[in-house]
């Protein structure tokens, strides 16, 4: 009857303690942690708070012809510029991403994210210098127009989970979107002469962050996160629109972008 009885209780998931055979002790379950919600595939979408910090050099030259009294008369145009702007706006963003969490709770999660803004506007009042170097001019005037419309970041993460909450670091590869448009004119008798320079690129550069997360049910996490870009010094050679009496120009530039957002946002883990 005893090898009965410890049959059965074995069939039952039950362990018997040696003296104590009318006590059963239940096997201890094991219960997934809490951590794991962040571990697998997620798809966010977040607000985006920017400012950017925009720098620019250029040289330019051009050759302007007018009347002067009653003869023709022909000017050359040059000299260096420089603009210092700082923009600001809110756009929307969606990220990609895949992590994992160990036994521990510590995190490694890669994702990639874009975000567009309509960040943009006239400066003309802030920031702008230039000059032009010629023989009649009367007066000079520079004004500028900047737009970064976008960014992009491919990212690797790095932190800890406790209970719903995850807190991280990240680094990464950054992508931005600028337009601009710097016009400058010059006064030679009764006209006005001038360039505009019209550039548009893409710059790449690096990206650090931090950010947390809190789940707020089994897939669902609300996320806030800072980013910093720095994008280097770009130099190009843009396009240049002639204005008025101007019979020629051309004009090259450096460019360095600096690049801060901060997001809010919410991601919906597949697990």
Same mark, same amino acid.
């Given at each position: 009857?005893m ?6 209780a074995?069939?039952? *998931? ?7 055979l009318? =006590?059963?002790v239940?096997a ?8 794991s919600?962040f ?6 979408t977040?607000?985006a708070?920017?400012a950017v $910090?925009? =720098?620019v ?6 050759e302007? =012809?007018?009347?002067? *009294? ?8 040059? *000299?260096?510029?420089?603009v ?24 490694l999660?890669?994702?990639?994210r874009?975000?567009v803004?309509?960040m ?23 004004t500028?127009?900047t737009?970064?419309t ?9 932190g ?10 990240? $680094?990464?590869?950054g992508? $931005?979107?600028?337009r ?9 008798e009764?006209?006005t ?15 650090v962050g931090a950010?947390?997360?809190?789940m707020?049910?089994?897939?669902? $996490? ?9 994008? *280097?010094?770009?130099?190009t =050679?843009?396009?240049?629109?002639l ?9 090259t ?5 600096v690049?801060?957002t ?10």
């Open positions: 009857m090898r009965s009885l410890a049959q059965t074995l069939a039952g *998931g039950l362990v018997l303690v040696p003296g104590a009318a =006590t059963p239940l201890a379950e094991t219960t997934p942690a809490a951590d919600a571990s697998g595939l997620y798809l966010g977040f607000g708070y920017r $910090a925009n =720098t050099d250029y040289t330019y030259t051009g302007a =012809t007018y009347t002067s *009294g009653y003869s023709p008369v022909s000017d050359t145009l040059s *000299g260096t510029g420089h210092s702007n700082a923009l600001s706006d809110i756009g929307l963003g969606f990220e990609l991403g895949l992590n994992a969490v160990g036994d521990t709770g510590l995190f999660g890669a994702d990639l874009a975000a803004s309509p943009g506007g006239d400066t003309a009042a802030e920031g702008i210098t230039g000059t032009f170097n010629c023989t009649s001019c009367a007066y000079t005037s520079v500028n127009w737009a970064t976008a960014l992009a970041d491919a990212r690797v993460r790095f800890v989970t406790a209970d719903d909450w995850l807190i991280y670091v990240a $680094a990464g590869l992508l $931005a979107e600028v601009s448009e710097d016009t400058l004119r010059a006064t030679l009764d006209e002469p001038g360039l505009t320079i019209i550039d548009h690129s893409l710059l790449t550069g690096w990206s950010g947390f997360e809190r707020i049910d089994d897939h669902l $996490a609300l996320t806030f996160g800072y980013r910093y870009a720095d994008y *280097g010094t770009l130099a =050679t843009p396009a240049v629109a204005i008025d009496s101007m019979q020629s120009g051309s004009a530039m450096e460019r360095h972008l690049d801060q901060i997001t809010v946002g919410w991601a919906y883990h597949f697990h």
